[in-house]
């Protein structure tokens, strides 16, 4: 999803509410609050694309929404490519 974001990572949660990050062999936390707009929208497109079942329309609808808002089109590009799932 555009050039801030990389192909490949893992994403994680801690106990301690933070989010964490795992690419290139380094793990790093962050308090989500931390975590860049065009980055939190590809967790949410994954984690929608990657679902063993198709999510409730609101679900979705609200990840357009949040792609519309921050004016996010490369999230809202890869929304649309998915709808098909959904």
């Known amino acids: 999803m555009g050039t801030t974001v990389p192909d490949e990572m893992t994403v994680f949660t801690g106990a301690d509410g933070r989010i964490f990050f795992a690419e290139g062999g380094a793990i790093r936390g962050r308090a989500w609050t931390d975590v860049k707009r065009g980055v939190f929208g590809a ?7 990657n ?3 198709p999510p409730p329309r609101e679900v979705v609808r609200g990840a357009e929404a949040y792609a519309y808002f921050h004016r996010l089109p ?3 590009e890869a929304l ?3 709808a098909r799932r959904f």
């Open 80 to 82: 649309q490519k998915s």
């Open 43 to 49: 967790i949410i497109v994954s984690a929608l694309s």
């Open 74 to 76: 490369d999230m809202a």
């Open 51 to 53: 679902s063993p079942i």
